[in-house]
């Protein structure tokens, strides 16, 4: 029993520590945009974060490297497999986020908590936005939470567990129900992606594109509304699961033909 709870532990551990380190360093740039500039945080929540985010992703890449060398994260694929991959990660996460946000639309109810989200994150100018949201952001996110998070849960327990358990943590770090459901959903496939790739920069374009989307949405004021009436929200609906589920298909058959070690716990 005492060895049981001492792993429970150290996987705990091994979990909570990178978020900490992400929050830790963007409570810093939070108190020197205070203290130094005497600027309210609340304007630049997106910059802060995003430098946060860089920060965060040199440190904790260096640690992810770490981890490749010793054995404890799993084996890329074979010479052109993130190149054939690599297209269809993007696509699939155009997929995703047309077909969950058109879910998320036809049964949630915005609450105050996604409202201050959604303004803190589309406040700052486009380029920011793409800067931020877009690229640094996903990227601290997916060190923190495949990376680190979901490669050490898959040295002891089956993917299933590792992959649900580490998209819930996702889910949750986004603080509102809309944005946990989205980015619970999202965390599932983004696991899935690394298992089938077994290289970090697979779910890192799947996460970009989806991003990316959703920024560019916002922009155009159409987020929500990109359509009108319940038929063609269900086409629109229709048409990104469809580019979903093929891009997975095709994610998958690539990962079949490149990948190492094939593993059969694997779901899909």
Not at 55 to 78: C, D, I, N, W
Not at 246 to 263: A, P, Q
């Amino acid at each position: 029993m005492p060895e049981r709870i001492r792993k429970t532990a150290a996987m705990l551990w091994c979990l909570v520590w990178p978020l900490l380190v992400y929050e830790t360093v963007s409570a810093v740039f939070v108190l020197l945009c205070e203290a130094w500039l005497g600027i309210v945080p609340g304007e630049f929540y997106l910059s802060l974060r995003g430098a946060a985010a860089f920060v965060t992703a040199v440190f904790l890449g260096a640690e992810y490297r770490k981890l490749r060398r010793l054995g404890q994260s799993e084996k890329p694929l074979q010479a052109g497999g993130n190149f054939h991959m690599a297209p269809w990660s993007v696509l699939a996460g155009i997929g995703a986020c047309i077909f969950a946000n058109g879910i998320l639309n036809l049964f949630s109810v915005h609450s105050k908590g996604f409202e201050e989200a959604g303004i803190a994150l589309h406040h700052p100018g486009l380029v920011v936005q793409i800067l931020c949201a877009g690229f640094l952001i996903p990227l601290a996110e997916e060190l923190v939470f495949r990376g680190m998070g979901f490669c050490r849960l898959r040295q002891e327990m089956m993917f299933p567990a590792a992959s649900l358990i580490t998209a819930a943590y996702f889910g949750l770090f986004h603080g509102n129900l809309e944005q946990g459901i989205y980015a619970f959903f999202l965390g599932f496939f983004l696991a899935l992606s690394l298992e089938w790739s077994g290289s970090l920069l697979i779910p890192w374009l799947f996460h970009v594109s989806a991003n990316l989307l959703s920024v560019f949405l916002m922009a155009v004021g159409r987020k929500g509304q990109a359509v009108s009436g319940f038929i063609s929200l269900f086409g629109w609906m229709f048409a990104g699961g469809l580019l979903f589920a093929l891009s997975l298909y095709k994610m998958r058959e690539v990962g079949k033909k490149y990948e190492i070690t094939f593993h059969s716990d694997t779901m899909l």
